[in-house]
């Protein structure tokens, strides 16, 4: 994804297309299939966190 997408895009893209759409895990020493049960766990997991740093790019794109 383009760096010249504003900040809040990117965040709103993962929340809504990276997230939902995630089939593994990928590591330096290989990769994770996730099932139903640890696709859940990390939608509850990184939503939260994704979220919070939209909002935080949103007050930062009006302020500037």
Known sequence: ??????????WSYA??????????I??????LPLDDELR????RAVRPI?????KQAEAKEVRS
């Open 1 to 10: 994804m383009s760096d010249q997408l504003p900040e809040s895009f990117r």
């Open 15 to 24: 929340i809504c297309k990276m997230v939902p759409t995630a089939y593994q």
């Open 26 to 31: 990928e590591t330096n020493y290989g990769s």
């Open 40 to 43: 859940l766990a990390v939608e």
């Open 50 to 54: 994704l979220e919070r740093r939209l």
